[in-house]
């Protein structure tokens, strides 16, 4: 699809509408609030938290003119739910992760802007103190990260979502260029990566001792590789000859 095609479409489709932002385990109800005014100030409606059951009235004072987008949030029990639906999560971290590795914000929008305009993405933000944990990164695609001068202290919750969220709001969409197909619902993709798992492990490829290891690295390799439906039944054909191919020669 070229850069005409691709603007022209834009004219007729609010990309506002395809981003979700995540926020996982939040403990500040004011956070919340501030988080919905940044989206509001930046054209973006979709609000999913997960651990919270409920918006506190805190949160309501510091959205000052974004209740609406207080009212809209969804609810979720974990992680896995919160994305079930969505094609692509896109993880803020501030912390180098040796089998998470992370890409500057920039190169992360240019990896948003290359998948069509369906693709459904979600922006995925952790605790204020503690982050995004190892098993939370499992669910994304991408890890970003937003420059700074120094690794301390981090940018705040509200802060970094700001920063995420204007990045995107202010991007040149009219040079975009699709260069990508569409993912498979994240539902889907790790339904696929649990599948490659059990059978590495029922072939003893993955054991005890180096089991997190092995399947943070399966999470990120294939979570970067954004299935489609043709890679899945590719690799999963390729996984189960190989495997086998593998034990025969042993």
């Known amino acids: ?21 995540i926020l996982v385990h939040p403990e500040n109800p004011e956070n919340i609030g501030l988080v919905a005014r940044n989206m509001k100030n930046t054209g973006f409606e979709k609000l999913r938290l997960v651990g919270v059951t409920s918006i506190d009235q805190k949160s309501y004072v510091t959205a000052v003119h974004a209740q609406d987008v207080l009212e809209g949030a969804q609810f ?25 590795p992370s890409i500057y914000l920039r190169d992360a929008l240019k990896e948003m802007v290359s998948f069509p305009l369906s693709t459904k993405i979600g922006l995925l933000f952790g605790n204020e103190r503690t982050g995004l944990t190892s098993a939370e990164l499992r669910s994304s695609n991408f890890r ?52 490659i798992l059990r059978k590495l492990a029922q072939k003893k490829f993955i054991h005890k001792k180096n089991k997190r290891h092995m399947t943070e690295m399966i999470y990120d390799l294939f979570g970067r590789l954004a299935l489609t439906s043709k890679d899945r039944k590719l690799l999963l054909a390729l996984f189960s000859k190989a495997v086998d191919w593998y034990q025969e020669k042993r």
């Open 144 to 195: 970003f990260i937003i420059p700074q001068v120094a690794r301390q202290p981090s940018y705040n919750l509200a802060s970094a979502v700001l920063l995420t969220l204007f990045h995107v709001y202010a991007y040149d969409f009219k040079e975009v260029e699709i260069t990508k197909e569409k993912p498979l619902s994240r539902k889907e993709q790790e339904e696929c990566i649990r599948l």
């Open 1 to 21: 699809m070229n850069k005409m095609n691709v603007a022209t479409q834009i004219k007729e489709f609010d990309l506002k509408t395809k981003f979700t932002v």
């Open 76 to 100: 979720y029990p974990d992680l896995g739910e919160a994305t079930a639906d969505l094609n692509l999560i896109f993880a803020a971290t501030s912390k180098r992760r040796k089998n998470f």
